[in-house]
Each structure stands twice: as structure tokens, then as C-alpha cells.
């Protein structure tokens, strides 16, 4: 069988796993640093474990309330990315450059929305119905 080039070099295999996770990292670490929005829902997702460590919940309710929290720190990652490439493009204000930020916020939003939405919903029937 011939193997067809995707047209894009670079390693393969293991390499291309271990260079992946090195610019996942530093992208990790760049949100961190320049975004104040990563940093707090990160303290949200320390809070988050803890509660759930505490709290007697069944396993995949503990799983979905910790997922539904990742669920907003990965759309806020995508909303940095979002916001950087648009800044990039230049200072000057455009509509669709507006636009674009103002979904990616819209994004978050419903992100947020749904991690609260299921965090009271599990702990309503948990311990109030």
C-alpha cells in the first residue's frame, strides 16, 4: 500500500505525540499567563474537585459536574484563541471582528450556563427532592 503525503512535513509517530503535548503545554501556560478568565476558571475547576471530593454523589454525577466545568475552561481556551487571532489581524474596529469575539463570549456564556444549570439540577435532586 502507498502511504499518500498530506502535503504537511513534520515528525510522525511518537515524535509528533511528544512535540503535540509541548505546544499544548505551552499554550496551556500562555492562557495562564495573559488570560484572567483562564485563571479563574481554573480556580473554579480546583473548587470544583474539591466539592466534588466531598460531597457523597454517585460516580457519574461527580464525573458530569467536573466535565461540565472543564466544558467552560476548554470554550474559554477556544474564545483566547479566537480573541489573539483577531487582535492579531490589527487595532482597527470591524464588525466582523466584533462579531467574532462577541460569539466566542457568547460561547463561554452558554458554557457557563450549562455547567450552573447541571450543578444545581444534580445537587437539587441529590439532596433537596
Given amino acids: 500500500m502507498v502511504q499518500q503525503n498530506s502535503g504537511k512535513p513534520g515528525a510522525t509517530g511518537l515524535t509528533r505525540v511528544i512535540n503535540a503535548?509541548?505546544?499544548?503545554m505551552k499554550g496551556l501556560k500562555a492562557a495562564f499567563q495573559h488570560e484572567a478568565a483562564?485563571?479563574?476558571e481554573l480556580a473554579l475547576l480546583l473548587v470544583?474537585?474539591?466539592a466534588v471530593t466531598w460531597l457523597p454523589l454517585p460516580v457519574i454525577e461527580s464525573i458530569l459536574m467536573l466535565g461540565v466545568v472543564v466544558l467552560v475552561l476548554i470554550v474559554e481556551l477556544l474564545n483566547s484563541a479566537?480573541?489573539?487571532v483577531v487582535d492579531r489581524i490589527g487595532p482597527e474596529r470591524h464588525d466582523l471582528s466584533?462579531?467574532?469575539k462577541d460569539i466566542g463570549s457568547a460561547a463561554v456564556f452558554v458554557a457557563l450556563s450549562f455547567a450552573a444549570f447541571t450543578w444545581l439540577y444534580i445537587l437539587y435532586h441529590q439532596f433537596i427532592a
Fill in 21 to 24: 503535548t509541548g505546544y499544548s
Fill in 38 to 40: 483562564v485563571r479563574q
Fill in 48 to 50: 470544583a474537585i474539591v
Fill in 82 to 84: 479566537i480573541e489573539a
Fill in 98 to 100: 466584533g462579531r467574532a
